[in-house]
């Protein structure tokens, strides 16, 4: 069985993790040290080790050792100098007059005489990165809303600039909800002005970024913020950022097949249309939806791209759908009781009646476009398949229409 990492503070100065049960999940050691290596100085790590225990890792992180390679633990951290061990630096001045400098040489004095001379905390610690001692951590638990801040290293004066500061914080968002399971809808970057500025700046700004469906991906995420921040004027210099998420939901994770899967390589469309949508504006970018509609030439309803999609359509026609529609549809000539366009139709499947539209009114005239008609695939050698429908007129007359052209 898989699990998510637990992981705990340690020392104020370190993130402790214990991943041996989440490697599977990680897709194994090497991965997870590559993912580590590449993300972590995003989040302000400078040195990353890897360890049996919590304590050996903070140590071998502090002496600049990423992990034991073909080692065994204990020669790696004989050589370790004091400092590396917090309970060992706090007592490095006596121990370096008295000639100990690594952690193997102070394994090897007496531990009667180190329990009487130093604090019982030394020992503990020697004991607990060795491996002697179990580890005491407490863990830390995920809170239910997310909020993070970062101040600044200077002020910026440029809304792109703040893209740099914002990834962490993204960063962190987006595993905050790996570990919830879930995606969210969008963000709120907020930044607070320096104290120095102008009266009428205010205090600070915000940025809202939507997505069409909840996901946690980071990348995707850093491009949208980009695009919009390009567009952004600052009223003053920036100190500081916060970061709130949007609308978090369930997010439906892809099993893993047995069987070889086709490898899918770039970006969904919806997610390349919401970043041209957030460069040249929502309003440029349409996508199209089924509508509740029989008629086929209002079927299908045009919306912004960044918006939801509309629900699942409840009545949709019996027969299959015309791969092109006619702008308008084409009056055809009968011949003994039967259309004719490039030759006589053939009368496929059908009839498909279709009523409605008493209700959608034409602009500024007092008539409607409610239509009664009934739809036949027809085909024949020159043509091909047509959809096609016959319409009684004000005259009393029927005639055929040509309304759409399967491919």
């Known amino acids: 069985m898989q699990f998510t990492p637990r992981v705990a503070v340690m020392e104020d100065c370190a993130i402790v993790m214990e991943v041996e049960a989440s490697l599977r999940l990680f897709k194994g050691m090497k991965a997870l040290k590559e993912r580590i290596g590449d993300e972590a100085p995003d989040l302000g790590v400078i040195s990353i080790a890897w360890a049996p225990t ?32 917090t309970a060992a630096a706090v007592h490095h001045e006596t121990l370096t007059r008295a000639g100990i400098n690594t952690l193997g040489q102070l394994r090897a004095l007496p531990r009667g005489g180190i329990s009487r001379r130093f604090d019982a905390a030394l020992l503990a610690a020697v004991d607990q990165a060795y491996g002697l001692r179990p ?88 491009r949208l913020l980009a695009e919009h921040l390009a567009k952004t004027q600052l009223l003053a210099p920036v100190g500081e950022l916060r970061l709130e998420v949007l609308d978090v939901q369930a997010l439906q994770e892809e099993t893993a097949s047995l069987l070889p899967e086709t490898v899918r390589g770039g970006e969904s469309l919806y997610l390349v249309l919401e970043r041209i949508a957030a460069r040249i504006g929502p309003d440029k970018v349409l996508q199209p939806t089924l509508g509740d509609d029989h008629r086929p030439e209002w079927m ?16 949709l026609a019996e027969l299959p759908e015309p791969t092109f529609l006619l702008e308008e549809p084409l009056k055809l000539a009968v011949r003994d009781h039967r259309p004719h366009y490039q030759g006589p139709l053939i009368m496929l499947v059908g009839p498909d009646s279709v009523e409605g539209g008493w209700w959608d009114r034409v602009p500024d005239q007092a008539v409607t476009r409610n239509v009664v008609r009934d739809y036949w695939v027809c085909a024949n050698e020159t043509a091909g398949v047509l959809s096609v429908f016959q319409q009684r007129l004000d005259d009393g007359e029927v005639a055929w229409y040509l309304h759409g052209v399967f491919a």
Request: some cysteine; overall charge positive.
């Open 54 to 85: 919590a304590m050996a890792a903070l140590a071998m992180a502090r002496a600049g050792v990423t992990d034991l390679g073909d080692r065994l633990l204990q020669p790696v951290l004989d050589s370790l100098p004091l400092v590396c061990l």
């Open 300 to 315: 299908t309803r045009w919306q912004a791209a960044s918006k939801r999609r509309l629900r699942k359509p409840q009545a």
């Open 135 to 222: 580890d005491a951590h407490r863990w830390c638990v995920l809170p239910e809303k997310f909020a993070a801040r970062m101040e600044l290293a200077c002020r910026e004066d440029h809304a792109p600039a703040l893209l740099m500061s914002a990834r962490p914080l993204l960063m962190q968002m987006c595993g905050w909800l790996a570990a919830r399971h879930a995606g969210a809808t969008g963000f709120t970057l907020h930044w607070v002005h320096d104290s120095m500025r102008a009266k009428d700046a205010g205090d600070g700004g915000a940025l809202t970024i939507r997505t069409a469906e909840p996901i946690r991906d980071l990348e995707h995420f850093v």
